[in-house]
Protein backbone atom coordinates (compact mmCIF):
# COMPACT_ATOMS: atom_id res chain seq x y z
CA UNK A 1 0.00 0.00 0.00
CA UNK A 2 2.74 2.56 0.41
CA UNK A 3 4.44 1.76 -2.36
CA UNK A 4 1.09 2.05 -4.70
CA UNK A 5 0.74 5.68 -2.78
CA UNK A 6 4.12 6.56 -3.58
CA UNK A 7 3.74 6.34 -7.38
CA UNK A 8 0.48 7.26 -7.43
CA UNK A 9 -0.28 10.23 -9.21
CA UNK A 10 -3.95 11.10 -8.25
CA UNK A 11 -5.94 9.03 -4.98
CA UNK A 12 -9.71 8.92 -5.86
CA UNK A 13 -11.29 8.75 -2.32
CA UNK A 14 -15.26 8.09 -1.86
CA UNK A 15 -15.77 10.71 0.86
CA UNK A 16 -14.56 13.12 2.85
CA UNK A 17 -14.07 10.97 5.29
CA UNK A 18 -11.61 8.67 3.13
CA UNK A 19 -9.77 11.73 2.07
CA UNK A 20 -8.70 13.40 5.41
CA UNK A 21 -7.59 10.16 6.02
CA UNK A 22 -5.26 10.05 2.75
CA UNK A 23 -4.33 13.21 4.15
CA UNK A 24 -3.30 12.04 7.38
CA UNK A 25 -1.33 9.33 5.84
CA UNK A 26 0.92 11.60 4.35
CA UNK A 27 -0.55 12.01 0.31
CA UNK A 28 -0.35 15.87 -0.55
CA UNK A 29 -3.84 17.02 -0.48
CA UNK A 30 -3.50 18.40 -3.92
CA UNK A 31 -3.17 14.73 -5.05
CA UNK A 32 -6.46 13.85 -3.32
CA UNK A 33 -10.05 13.72 -5.42
CA UNK A 34 -12.89 13.08 -3.44
CA UNK A 35 -15.74 11.47 -5.20
CA UNK A 36 -19.26 11.06 -3.95
CA UNK A 37 -20.72 7.50 -3.29
CA UNK A 38 -20.44 5.51 -6.62
CA UNK A 39 -22.63 3.29 -5.17
CA UNK A 40 -25.71 5.18 -5.96
CA UNK A 41 -24.40 5.35 -9.98
CA UNK A 42 -23.55 1.77 -9.94
CA UNK A 43 -27.29 0.40 -8.73
CA UNK A 44 -28.62 3.19 -11.41
CA UNK A 45 -26.31 1.27 -14.35
CA UNK A 46 -27.35 -1.68 -13.44
CA UNK A 47 -31.16 -0.93 -13.37
CA UNK A 48 -31.04 0.74 -16.68
CA UNK A 49 -29.57 -2.86 -17.64
CA UNK A 50 -32.86 -4.26 -16.28
CA UNK A 51 -35.67 -2.16 -18.08
CA UNK A 52 -38.15 -4.42 -19.83
CA UNK A 53 -37.53 -3.51 -23.13
CA UNK A 54 -33.96 -4.47 -23.02
CA UNK A 55 -32.57 -7.76 -23.21
CA UNK A 56 -31.58 -8.68 -19.52
CA UNK A 57 -34.85 -7.30 -18.63
CA UNK A 58 -36.62 -9.46 -21.27
CA UNK A 59 -34.56 -12.76 -20.56
CA UNK A 60 -35.47 -12.15 -16.52
CA UNK A 61 -39.26 -11.29 -16.93
CA UNK A 62 -38.98 -14.60 -19.16
CA UNK A 63 -37.09 -16.45 -16.10
CA UNK A 64 -39.62 -15.25 -13.37
CA UNK A 65 -42.67 -15.33 -15.59
CA UNK A 66 -44.54 -17.56 -13.07
CA UNK A 67 -44.46 -14.32 -10.44
CA UNK A 68 -48.14 -12.80 -11.33
CA UNK A 69 -48.10 -8.79 -12.23
CA UNK A 70 -50.92 -7.85 -9.76
CA UNK A 71 -49.65 -10.06 -6.78
CA UNK A 72 -47.33 -8.60 -4.32
CA UNK A 73 -43.81 -10.05 -3.88
CA UNK A 74 -42.70 -11.08 -0.81
CA UNK A 75 -38.63 -12.12 -1.24
CA UNK A 76 -36.22 -13.96 0.55
CA UNK A 77 -32.89 -14.23 -0.42
CA UNK A 78 -30.86 -16.46 2.14
CA UNK A 79 -27.96 -18.09 0.95
CA UNK A 80 -25.73 -15.69 2.55
CA UNK A 81 -27.32 -16.60 6.34
CA UNK A 82 -26.87 -19.14 8.75
CA UNK A 83 -28.71 -22.39 8.74
CA UNK A 84 -30.79 -21.47 11.69
CA UNK A 85 -31.95 -18.22 10.05
CA UNK A 86 -32.70 -20.06 6.80
CA UNK A 87 -34.97 -22.79 8.51
CA UNK A 88 -36.68 -20.39 10.74
CA UNK A 89 -37.49 -18.12 7.86
CA UNK A 90 -38.46 -20.64 5.41
CA UNK A 91 -41.18 -22.13 7.93
CA UNK A 92 -42.45 -18.59 8.71
CA UNK A 93 -42.53 -17.97 4.79
CA UNK A 94 -44.28 -21.12 4.06
CA UNK A 95 -46.83 -20.41 6.45
CA UNK A 96 -47.44 -16.91 4.80
CA UNK A 97 -47.92 -18.36 1.52
CA UNK A 98 -50.58 -20.96 3.01
CA UNK A 99 -51.93 -17.66 4.67
CA UNK A 100 -51.87 -15.53 1.44
CA UNK A 101 -52.57 -17.01 -1.85
CA UNK A 102 -52.57 -13.75 -3.35
CA UNK A 103 -49.24 -13.16 -2.64
CA UNK A 104 -46.06 -14.28 -4.43
CA UNK A 105 -43.25 -15.97 -2.28
CA UNK A 106 -39.93 -16.45 -3.22
CA UNK A 107 -37.05 -18.31 -1.70
CA UNK A 108 -33.66 -18.64 -2.61
CA UNK A 109 -32.26 -21.19 -0.38
CA UNK A 110 -31.24 -24.58 -0.24
CA UNK A 111 -34.91 -26.27 -1.06
CA UNK A 112 -35.05 -29.07 2.00
CA UNK A 113 -38.00 -27.53 3.74
CA UNK A 114 -39.99 -27.67 0.39
CA UNK A 115 -41.90 -31.25 0.10
CA UNK A 116 -45.01 -31.88 -2.98
CA UNK A 117 -46.99 -29.76 -0.32
CA UNK A 118 -45.42 -26.67 -1.12
CA UNK A 119 -48.31 -24.02 -2.25
CA UNK A 120 -48.30 -23.05 -5.75
CA UNK A 121 -47.61 -19.91 -4.68
CA UNK A 122 -44.49 -20.22 -3.02
CA UNK A 123 -41.36 -20.59 -5.46
CA UNK A 124 -38.17 -21.75 -4.35
CA UNK A 125 -35.24 -20.32 -6.94
CA UNK A 126 -31.34 -21.27 -7.33
CA UNK A 127 -29.08 -18.08 -5.40
CA UNK A 128 -29.36 -15.77 -7.70
CA UNK A 129 -26.24 -13.55 -9.25
CA UNK A 130 -26.41 -9.79 -8.83
CA UNK A 131 -28.92 -8.77 -11.33
CA UNK A 132 -31.27 -11.27 -10.58
CA UNK A 133 -31.40 -10.66 -7.20
CA UNK A 134 -32.01 -6.49 -8.32
CA UNK A 135 -34.72 -7.39 -10.59
CA UNK A 136 -36.36 -9.41 -7.69
CA UNK A 137 -35.77 -6.99 -4.65
CA UNK A 138 -36.97 -3.90 -7.02
CA UNK A 139 -40.66 -5.79 -7.52
CA UNK A 140 -40.52 -6.87 -3.97
CA UNK A 141 -43.33 -5.39 -1.18
CA UNK A 142 -41.25 -6.78 1.60
CA UNK A 143 -37.52 -8.52 1.85
CA UNK A 144 -35.47 -11.11 3.69
CA UNK A 145 -31.68 -10.52 2.38
CA UNK A 146 -28.00 -11.24 3.16
CA UNK A 147 -25.70 -8.30 3.62
CA UNK A 148 -24.91 -8.14 0.88
CA UNK A 149 -28.11 -6.65 -0.60
CA UNK A 150 -29.10 -4.23 2.31
CA UNK A 151 -27.39 -0.93 0.38
CA UNK A 152 -29.71 -1.99 -2.73
CA UNK A 153 -32.67 -2.51 -0.31
CA UNK A 154 -32.33 1.04 1.40
CA UNK A 155 -31.81 2.71 -2.08
CA UNK A 156 -34.81 0.98 -3.61
CA UNK A 157 -36.70 1.74 -0.40
CA UNK A 158 -37.69 -1.62 0.37
CA UNK A 159 -39.24 -2.90 3.70
CA UNK A 160 -36.52 -5.36 5.17
CA UNK A 161 -37.42 -8.39 7.26
CA UNK A 162 -34.49 -8.71 10.14
CA UNK A 163 -33.72 -11.61 12.96
CA UNK A 164 -31.29 -9.62 14.22
CA UNK A 165 -30.97 -5.86 15.31
CA UNK A 166 -30.76 -3.39 12.59
CA UNK A 167 -27.30 -0.66 11.78
CA UNK A 168 -28.52 2.64 13.43
CA UNK A 169 -28.79 4.35 9.90
CA UNK A 170 -31.30 1.37 8.58
CA UNK A 171 -33.72 1.97 12.13
CA UNK A 172 -37.24 2.32 11.31
CA UNK A 173 -36.89 0.95 7.60
CA UNK A 174 -35.75 -2.56 9.10
CA UNK A 175 -38.71 -4.81 10.70
CA UNK A 176 -37.09 -7.00 13.80
CA UNK A 177 -38.67 -10.50 13.80
CA UNK A 178 -38.75 -12.39 17.30
CA UNK A 179 -37.25 -15.94 17.00
CA UNK A 180 -40.80 -17.57 15.93
CA UNK A 181 -42.30 -18.70 12.20
CA UNK A 182 -45.64 -18.18 13.73
CA UNK A 183 -45.00 -14.79 14.60
CA UNK A 184 -42.87 -13.91 11.96
CA UNK A 185 -45.68 -15.21 9.36
CA UNK A 186 -48.51 -13.06 11.56
CA UNK A 187 -46.08 -9.55 11.46
CA UNK A 188 -45.49 -9.74 7.76
CA UNK A 189 -49.60 -10.69 7.40
CA UNK A 190 -49.93 -7.35 9.51
CA UNK A 191 -47.49 -5.82 7.03
CA UNK A 192 -49.00 -6.64 3.78
CA UNK A 193 -52.04 -4.79 5.03
CA UNK A 194 -50.14 -1.61 5.77
CA UNK A 195 -50.67 1.45 3.49
CA UNK A 196 -47.19 2.55 3.29
CA UNK A 197 -46.12 -0.53 1.11
CA UNK A 198 -47.61 1.33 -1.91
CA UNK A 199 -45.17 1.23 -4.47
CA UNK A 200 -42.14 2.78 -3.96
CA UNK A 201 -40.13 6.22 -5.31
CA UNK A 202 -37.15 4.37 -5.28
CA UNK A 203 -33.39 5.12 -6.59
CA UNK A 204 -34.26 4.62 -9.99
CA UNK A 205 -36.76 7.63 -10.20
CA UNK A 206 -34.75 9.62 -7.80
Known sequence: RRIARALASLHVASGQSAGRQLVAE???????????????????????????DSGMGL???????????????????????DEAHCTLM?????????????????CAINPVFLDSHTPANLHCIDAPDYLAALFLLRRARLAFVGPSLHAEAMALEIPLLSLDPPASEAQGR??????????IAGHVSRLLGEAWLAPRRGVENG
Open 26 to 52: GVPAHRVLVTGNAAPDALRAALERLQP
Open 59 to 81: ALNERFAVLREDAPLVLMLGHEC
Open 90 to 106: CNAFTRIAEEHPGVDVV
Open 174 to 183: VHLMVHDAQA
